[in-house]
């Protein structure tokens, strides 16, 4: 079945927003074996939303439309779907009281125009929201199936789950079932020349690669008369895959994240952690606490983005700095040396770097890192260079600081020798 994306929002269009539902429901969708041809992105404006409308049922089975579901005046969605469909709105008792709730919990009082959105269209099957006052709405058509769904993603994403997901799979024959193989570490055209034959010659299972920040995602998809054998079949697939990338894969689990990984790590080995951050400053103890439970192995970050916090917090010496200036390997080296003598803690990272626009030269450009990793007293600093702007450097050092710690615990470990000194 083909399935189309329409996200409804004036500000998506102009750039004020990033289209982020696009993305997670198109990757969702495909999990469920549907072919997602096309996406379209339209303000809230009902003649273009009826064209788009005309075209998408014109070609395809399942429309999902995300946004302009919301209580003003420039909320569009549901009306011109409504039209288009010549399905009268009505005021829906239950959804009304919901509202009502919804309002009481939060000690505020509905204003008129949220009694809107409780006038949905008749013969529509409504879906729960609990995080908001729009409901998800499905309506059956002669030729196609129209979901709507509120535009934020806090609210569409457990409303696509709870709600869309077992609907939509109860319109596939079969099943679909995938996992997917997270590696860091590695580039995705590394990952790509290591696997290329398992994927010339991939029929059913199916392997997808998907680059991120520091990371590279394999997903393993394989489809079977029911979700037991489609999970039987990827099994073989997914073994093979970690032999191939043994020391690079952390985890086969959906909602283990790189940080969530190498925390686990840390507990399982009655280790503790602090860190030593300059050009990234915090965003790798950002990413640290949101591990629940993170307190009993991240101890402390210290955040030295100046030589001056460097040499009084750190004890880099003034020497150093001199001579190998702030983004150098020894600086590196001297910083995660200071982090664990002042913090007590088994082992450290520090990151100094470039992370521009501006500050790069010839010998040392923009995008130009250290990272050091000190664990139990073996201390490895490795140099990086990155490109894009600002944040991307600074994200990708942080995903490279949290790879590098894991790498070396490894080897901490004795699960590897890879990177030894």
């Known amino acids: 079945m083909i399935v189309e994306l329409i996200s409804v929002g ?59 579901l919301g209580p003003t005046e420039d909320d569009l969605t549901k009306e011109t779907v409504a039209k288009f469909c010549h399905k009268k709105l009505i005021s829906n008792p239950m959804w009304r009281k919901h509202i009502e709730d919804y309002f009481a919990k939060k000690n505020m009082t509905p204003t008129e125009n949220n009694w809107k959105q409780a006038m949905l269209p008749e013969g529509a099957l409504v879906l729960d929201n609990p995080n908001g006052t729009a409901p998800g709405m499905i309506l059956e058509t002669k030729s196609c199936r129209i979901i709507l769904l509120p535009g934020p993603p806090s609210e569409l994403i457990p409303l696509f789950e709870s709600g869309v997901r077992p609907y939509l799979e109860q319109l596939t024959d079969g099943a679909l079932y995938s996992q997917t193989v997270k590696l860091c570490g590695v580039s995705e055209s590394a990952v790509e020349t290591k696997i290329k034959d398992l994927i010339d010659a991939q029929t059913n299972p199916t392997i997808a690669t998907y680059a991120k920040t520091g990371e590279v995602h394999l997903r393993v998809t394989a489809s079977g008369v029911d979700a037991k054998e489609a999970k039987k079949l990827t099994k073989p697939l997914v073994k ?22 190498v925390i686990d790590m840390l507990a399982a080995n009655g280790m503790t952690l602090t860190c030593a951050e300059s050009c990234t400053g915090g965003m790798l103890a950002a990413r640290l606490v949101n591990v629940p439970g993170c307190s009993d192995v991240f101890k402390s970050c210290t955040v030295t983005y100046s030589n001056k916090a460097k040499r009084k917090l750190l004890g880099v010496k003034k020497s150093t700095l001199q001579k190998y200036g702030a983004v150098s390997a020894k600086t590196a080296e001297e910083m995660v ?23 790069g030269t010839k010998e040392k450009p923009v995008g130009l890192v250290y990272i050091g990793c000190n664990v139990k007293g073996t201390i490895t600093v490795e140099e990086y260079h990155f490109s894009g702007n600002r944040s991307k450097i600074r994200e990708s050092a942080t995903a490279a600081a949290l790879a590098l710690l894991r790498r070396c615990l490894l080897v901490y470990i004795g699960k590897t020798s890879f990177g030894k000194n």
């Open 10 to 68: 004036t500000e998506i269009l102009l750039g004020n927003i990033v289209n982020t539902n696009a993305a997670y429901l198109s990757e969702k969708c495909a999990g469920l074996g549907l072919s997602c041809y096309f996406q379209t992105v339209v303000g809230d404006n009902e003649e273009r939303l009826t064209q788009v409308l005309k075209t998408a049922v014109g070609r395809s089975d399942i429309i999902i439309l995300s946004g302009g």
């Open 240 to 261: 093979e895959l970690k032999s191939r990338f043994e020391t690079e894969l952390y985890t086969t689990e959906e909602d283990v994240t790189l940080e969530k990984a």
């Open 337 to 359: 040396k200071g982090a664990v003598f002042t913090s007590k803690c088994d082992t450290a990272v520090s990151v100094t770097g470039l992370a521009g626009p501006d500050g």
